[in-house]
């Protein structure tokens, strides 16, 4: 992951737990896309150079389609980016004034809302955690 580019490190498969008993798998694609099979949400991702955009597809409003989902100060190198805590702004966390924290290990990602009420009683908050899934490498015929 040294110095390697965020975009390029968070392409692939990524399977993900959440403290609040859910698992499924994300996908994030390098022309900047992106689905998941926990909620079967799909949409569209930008990292530019004053964060990260995320937008989500099939919304049942609009309003949430113009306020996409943004991270401010998002660095571009992965070793940086996944190391810091972020203000959500956007989407639905435009009534939501949390915040997430980003931590890494090898190829796991730990993301933590600290002020989300999973309506587990958990004290903790959601804790999303992601494990990049190594596609077996296609042998010579």
């Known amino acids: 992951m040294r110095d390697r580019a965020l975009a390029a490190y968070a392409a692939g498969d990524w399977a993900a737990t959440t403290s609040a008993g859910h698992e499924g798998t994300i996908t994030v694609t390098p022309d900047g896309t992106w689905s998941e099979t ?39 190198q992965a070793q940086a980016a996944l190391s810091k805590t972020y203000a959500l702004e956007g989407g639905w966390s435009s009534d939501y004034t949390g915040k997430v924290a980003v931590r890494t ?16 009683g958990a004290d903790e908050g959601l804790v999303v955690t992601l494990t990049k899934v190594v596609q077996p490498e296609h042998e010579a015929p």
Request: glycine share 12%; net charge negative.
């Open 105 to 120: 290990q090898k190829d796991r990602v730990t993301l933590t809302f600290p002020d989300h009420s999973t309506g587990e």
């Open 38 to 76: 926990i909620l079967g949400l799909s949409g569209q991702w930008e990292l530019g150079k004053n964060g990260l955009t995320v937008v989500m597809d099939g919304l049942d409003s609009e309003e949430e389609r113009d306020k996409p989902y943004f991270l401010p100060g998002v660095p571009q």
